[in-house]
Every structure is written in structure tokens, then in C-alpha cells.
């Protein structure tokens, strides 16, 4: 195991714990294990890693009963920043018992024909965002982090964006990135989606218009200042389901929760309280009294 994973399994043991550690091996191992964990009656599952590997845990476990924890080891781990979970593993760990069980929604993605179905817990995008995440250099990610996504986003603005359609139960809006998201931060820099919460049943969903990709010099301002939702060309809404669509044949990717997730067309909902989290307490008394205020 990696020396700070080593070190997390040593300090929840320390504290009674009985850890029994899973590497995995490859794309859609960590679903396969959290899977057979929940049906073997483990009484907590914890994912080491980004938010990547968390998604593929939580996949092995919607609709359980059992909690899922996160020692945060990623690039941006977005979970951890949203709620104030440490970013080390170890330090993690050792607050691992500090925290609290939280029923939470997340995002279902279904493709076209309903055969393929994912679930996220932070966010899907579909256009700008994605198409970074899809060709960005896995080198660059390793050396730079966070950095290779900044340099990929900035590299977007010699070419035209494509564009998609984005279905709400009561219009049609027409964008190059829409971002569906239940938490707050994006990328662990930035908060785009102000009016999302893990502890509220809906989506709170963010359009942006236009294929002109300066346009998203504004748009980034407007981020950095928290008025994306003023700005002429954004729509700021929440919705509990939407359909992607690309338009004119063009090829729009997906991504879930920072990985690539194919292409569109492609529906989302949320599941309301589809899957138990560890949360800091200060975080979800924080959050409910947002929610219930």
C-alpha cells in the first residue's frame, strides 16, 4: 500500500478499528469490492483515494444501509473540501469517529436506452468540463495536479466549443457546458453551484451559452466573484431530472464526479436518499440549517 493509505490503516487500527484493506487493480475494481463488502455485512466501507475511486465505491453500495467513509488521496477531492473532510488520510482516519452518519441523494445518469446507469454524489458535466477531463494528458495530471486541469481549460480557448441541449420539465436550453451538481465546489478551487447542498433533494444546475469560448473569461470571473448566476448567458436553476442531448450529431462528453463517463445523449435525477455518508458534524449542522432556514 502507498505510505500514507499504510499510514491511515495504522492509525484506525490504533483505534480499534478492524481493518481489513483492498487495493484494487484496475477501472471498476472498487465497485466489485464495496459491493461484496455491503453483501458480506461489513458494518463500514471506506474509499482511500480522489473523488474517482469514491464514485466507484458508492456505486457498490446504493440502496445499502451501510456507511460509506472517505480518506481523501485525489487530485482535487472536491467530497473533502465540500465538507470539511481532512485531506490527508491519516488525519482522516483519526477523525473518523468524530464524525456522523448522513442519509444524502445522488445523481443517476441513464444513456439513451436506459442500459447503462451510474450514479454520482458531486456533480455530472457535460460539454467544456468534460472534454477537458476526457483528453487531458494522464502525465500532466500526475505531475502538475490540479494544475494540468487549469492549463487543459485554458488550451480550450483556440477552438470552438461544441454545444448541447439541455431539457428542463418545462424548457430547453441550448449550451456548450452544463454542470448538475449536488455540492457546492468545483475542482477543489472553486464554487460554482451556490444553490446546491448534499442534504437537498435536487440538483442545483448551472448552464452556460455559447460556442465562443472567451466567453468563458466572463463567465470564469463571474465564478471567482460568485455572481455566475447574474451574468447574461448563464441559467441558475434547480431541477430534480434533465436530458442531455448534443446537437447536430456532435460528439459532447460526459463526465461524473471528474471521470470520464462517455458520451451524450444522456438523463439525470436525483435519488433521494439513496446512500448513507460519514460527515463532519459541523458540516451537517451547518447544512441543515441552511436547508430547514
Same mark, same amino acid.
Given at each position: ?8 490503516? !495504522? ?91 448522513? *442519509? ?13 446507469? !451510474? ?110 448566476? !447574474? ?9 430534480? !431530472? ?47 440549517? *441552511?436547508?430547514?432556514?
Amino acid at each position: 500500500m502507498p505510505g500514507l493509505i499504510a499510514d491511515a490503516v !495504522r492509525v484506525l487500527a490504533e483505534c480499534g478499528h478492524d481493518v481489513e484493506a483492498r487495493p484494487t487493480a484496475g477501472p471498476g475494481d472498487a465497485t466489485s469490492i464495496a459491493r461484496a463488502a455491503v453483501d458480506g455485512e461489513a458494518k463500514l466501507v471506506l474509499a482511500a483515494g480522489g473523488d474517482g475511486t469514491i464514485n466507484e465505491v458508492l456505486n457498490g453500495m446504493i440502496g445499502s444501509q451501510v456507511p460509506l467513509g472517505v480518506l481523501p488521496a485525489g487530485t482535487a477531492n472536491v467530497l473533502a473540501m465540500e465538507t470539511g473532510i481532512p485531506t490527508s488520510p491519516p488525519k482522516a482516519a483519526a477523525v473518523l469517529g468524530e464524525m456522523q452518519a448522513a *442519509r444524502v441523494a445522488t445523481g443517476l445518469v441513464r444513456n439513451a436506452d436506459g442500459t447503462v446507469r !451510474r450514479h454520482f454524489v458531486c456533480m455530472a458535466g457535460a460539454g467544456l468540463d468534460a472534454h477537458i477531463v476526457a483528453y487531458i494528458d494522464p502525465g500532466m495530471k500526475r505531475r502538475l495536479g490540479k494544475g494540468a486541469y487549469w492549463i487543459a481549460g485554458f488550451q480550450s480557448i483556440a477552438r470552438r466549443l461544441v454545444e448541447l441541449d439541455a431539457t428542463l420539465p418545462q424548457s430547453t436550453h441550448r449550451c456548450s457546458f452544463a454542470l448538475a451538481s449536488l455540492v457546492r465546489n468545483y475542482g477543489g478551487d472553486l464554487e460554482i453551484a451556490l444553490n446546491a447542498s448534499l442534504l437537498s433533494p435536487h440538483f442545483g444546475l448551472y448552464l452556460f451559452e455559447g460556442s465562443n469560448p472567451l466567453r468563458y473569461l466572463k463567465y470564469l470571473t463571474g465564478v471567482a466573484l460568485r455572481n455566475a448566476a !447574474r451574468l447574461k448567458g448563464v441559467t441558475a436553476t434547480n431541477v430534480t !431530472r434533465l436530458a442531455l442531448d448534443p446537437v447536430n450529431g456532435s460528439k459532447v462528453h460526459l463526465q461524473l464526479d471528474g471521470e470520464e463517463a462517455g458520451t451524450l445523449p444522456a438523463s439525470l435525477e436525483v435519488v433521494p436518499d439513496s446512500l448513507t455518508l460519514l460527515l463532519p458534524a459541523k458540516f451537517l449542522e451547518k447544512e441543515r440549517a *441552511r436547508w430547514t432556514t
